[in-house]
């Protein structure tokens, strides 16, 4: 395993930790709608931020860009699909953001449960298929540009603190939803 494979499966862990805790807020009585909201306006951010602009910009800018050197088809390929289920996350996460600005609880749930099923999906293909992949056609010295690229790319992007921001709204999150 590659060490720039290995950021992004870590990375798949943290969101797919998220997704459980979504479940759980969607379930739970505990909370006022009003406190719910509070919540999903902090995971909108959250998947913004790190899922989307963060671990999608890393693939896109630059996992993908390397396997498409490397021979592997974009268009009707593995990335292709991958690119097509980043977009449609993308509007999954605009219509909650859209349910929550209008105090629409129902219709973020709905989405936030499309959204979850999507990326569950998606995230079993790219390790299990695409991730894989990258392994055996970038080599180590490859994956450690790459992982170099990455870096330099979050700090740009998100900047310096933002991480352990994120990660302590989950740890937040985690405690709130038991």
């Known amino acids: 395993m590659g060490k720039a494979t290995q950021d992004l499966r870590k990375e798949h862990k ?6 459980e805790i979504v479940d759980k807020m969607i379930s739970s009585d505990s909370k006022k ?14 998947l913004k931020v790190f899922a989307d602009k963060c671990h999608h910009g890393k693939e896109e800018n630059f996992l993908f860009e390397e396997l498409v050197n490397a021979t592997l088809l974009k268009d009707g390929g593995p990335i292709g ?3 097509k289920e980043h977009a449609e996350g ?6 909650m953001d859209e349910a929550i600005k209008d105090r629409n609880l129902a219709r973020f749930n709905v989405n936030a449960i ?3 099923q999507l990326l569950k ?9 695409l991730f894989q992949l990258a392994d055996e056609l970038l080599d180590d010295k490859k994956q450690e540009q790459l992982f170099e690229r990455f870096e330099q790319y979050e700090e740009r992007v998100i900047g310096h603190g933002v991480h352990e921001k994120l990660h302590a709204m989950i740890h937040r999150w985690a405690e709130d939803f038991k």
């Open 121 to 129: 999906n998606h995230i079993t293909k790219e390790d299990n298929v």
């Open 114 to 116: 499309k959204y979850s």
């Open 33 to 46: 709608d009003i406190e719910k909201i509070k919540y999903y306006d902090e995971l909108i951010y959250f």
């Open 90 to 95: 993308r509007e999954y996460i605009a219509l």
């Open 14 to 19: 943290s969101i797919l930790y998220v997704l």
């Open 81 to 83: 699909v991958m690119l």
